[in-house]
């Protein structure tokens, strides 16, 4: 979430990603909550249209080759090989370019924001910020019947004990499958550091 006054930012050499994202008609205020003295918006795609556009075109800048990358993380869930995301995740962050990175490495928001856009890009099914009672989950990922739980944390741990201590997987109690998945990211190293994957149900 942003304050509503950020969105009104315009120093272009000091502008978060997702305001400029706003300002150039990409994102649109989904929802606005009053906390206090303060207004905190929520951003999300105008329409499926541009999300679907505005993925692809993400996912083709990352590297030439990351469509392959692409189809591979289907195929690891397809499977139901969770563990060999790490890998796949590492190839794409490590092709990114150094200067991309400039201030952003060190932001949950920032990794969130590209899985999101790896995952959504190969055909899955996949909820960003998905609320609960007592919560939000970073990513969901839904597909043939199995749930994948993710939440992310940077230079620390405690990502798979979050799901647990908010019970995120109680949302999805129906499902056949559900699989907590903690990811630690290293911001100096700019990579994933650990994926602790457990199968809940």
Wanted: net charge neutral; with cysteine.
């Amino acid at each position: 979430m942003l304050r509503k006054e950020m969105l009104d930012w315009f120093d272009v050499e000091d502008i978060m990603i997702e305001v400029l994202m706003y300002q150039t008609g990409y994102l649109t205020i989904k929802k606005v909550e009053q906390k206090g003295d303060i207004k905190e918006v929520v951003l999300s795609y105008p329409n499926k249209e541009v999300r679907t556009a505005l993925n692809l075109y993400i996912s083709r800048k990352i590297e030439k080759g990351s469509y392959r990358w692409i189809k591979e993380i289907r195929e690891v869930f397809e499977r139901g090989e969770i563990e060999k995301i790490e890998e796949l995740m590492n190839k794409v962050l490590l092709s990114i370019p150094y200067v991309w990175y400039k201030d952003t490495s060190r932001y949950e928001s920032f990794y969130c924001a590209l899985f999101y856009v790896l995952l959504v890009s190969s055909g899955l099914e996949v909820i960003a910020e998905d609320v609960t009672s007592i919560g939000r989950i970073d990513l969901t990922v839904i597909n043939r019947g199995k749930v994948y739980i993710i939440e992310l944390k940077v230079d620390k741990e405690g990502a798979i004990e979050q799901i647990k201590e908010k019970r995120y997987y109680e949302k999805y109690l129906d499902r056949e499958e559900i699989y907590l998945v903690g990811i630690v990211m290293d911001s100096k190293e700019r990579k994933v550091k650990k994926i602790d994957i457990e199968r809940y149900k």
